[in-house]
């Protein structure tokens, strides 16, 4: 059996692959540039180049293997994301008919069920509705919530000021994950004959509980600092992002601060596995 592994080169792909070659399947991974795939010829996994906006070069990275890890790349300079991530979405589904894979695992959002008013997770649910008429094909979606990961780039005012940037409200719970158990998830859905329809990853944290576990990390208080909402799209703009990503992520952060971006319920629910202190000691240590 073999199994196609798309987005090797950030932090979910990487995972599925690894995770597939520790259960000694045959894996390919998808690489746009021959160099990126090196490492995993290494590692004794197969390589097709390839680029997800392509359907026919893509559909021939798929043919013949038994499934694929797939996801939508986000783009920092598309005009507008949604129309990027249906574009892909379009592309993936193309291939997917094509090669007849029968089984694809999707990285989604905790959100995706609504068409609109999610932010960059809108795509996801066109996504999730072009690949889920893929005649012949069984779609496993891992609908995950926002990203540990999402922490990350503060860590140097975290333990330089002891404080926490946070665009939401320290005691609001946010569907929250880490990205290495999107990964594991997803290996074990690629390999369950039977896996299909959503699954949903992730479980409400407060960011002060993030706050708790940092502090406990460096040895010091940390506080969390709201963002006031005149101050997100400034904050985010300045993250380099163009207005239409700014708006998405608008959107989404004031969705969840709301209430009104939550998962949707009635599917299988499945817990984070990864603790904070997983995530977070290797950056504070380094």
Do not use: C
Not at 133 to 158: H, K, M, T
């Amino acid at each position: 059996m073999t199994f196609v592994v798309a987005g090797v080169s950030g932090n979910t792909g990487a995972v599925v692959a690894e995770a597939l070659l520790a259960h000694q399947k045959t894996v390919r991974v998808v690489v746009r540039e021959p160099s990126e795939g090196a490492p995993w010829t290494a590692r004794g996994a197969e390589v097709a180049i390839a680029d997800l906006e392509d359907a026919h070069s893509f559909a021939r990275a798929l043919s013949g293997a038994s499934g694929a890890y797939l996801l939508t790349p986000p783009s920092l300079t598309a005009p507008s994301l949604r129309a990027h991530q249906t574009n892909v979405a379009r592309s993936l589904a193309a291939a997917a008919t094509e090669s007849r894979i029968p089984h694809v695992v999707f990285l989604s959002g905790f959100a995706a069920h609504r068409d609109s008013g999610s932010g960059p997770l809108a795509g996801l649910h066109d996504a999730e509705r072009l690949l889920g008429v893929v005649p012949g094909l069984r779609l496993s979606s891992i609908r995950a919530g926002y990203f540990y990961e999402n922490v990350l780039p503060v860590l140097n005012v975290v333990k330089d000021a002891g404080l926490l940037p946070s665009f939401f409200p320290a005691e609001l719970p946010v569907p929250m994950v880490a990205t290495r158990d999107i990964g594991l998830l997803a290996a074990e859905l690629l390999l369950d004959a039977t896996s299909r329809g959503v699954v949903e990853l992730g479980a409400g944290l407060r960011y002060a509980e993030i706050a708790r576990v940092l502090g406990e990390l460096l040895g010091k208080p940390v506080r969390v600092e709201e963002v006031a909402l005149d101050a997100i799209a400034p904050t985010i703009a300045g993250f380099g992002f163009n207005a239409d990503l700014t708006n998405a992520y608008v959107e989404l952060i004031t969705g969840i601060r709301s209430g009104a971006l939550a998962f949707e319920g009635g599917h299988r629910r499945v817990a984070p596995r990864t603790s904070l202190e997983d995530v977070f000691r290797p950056r504070i240590a380094g």
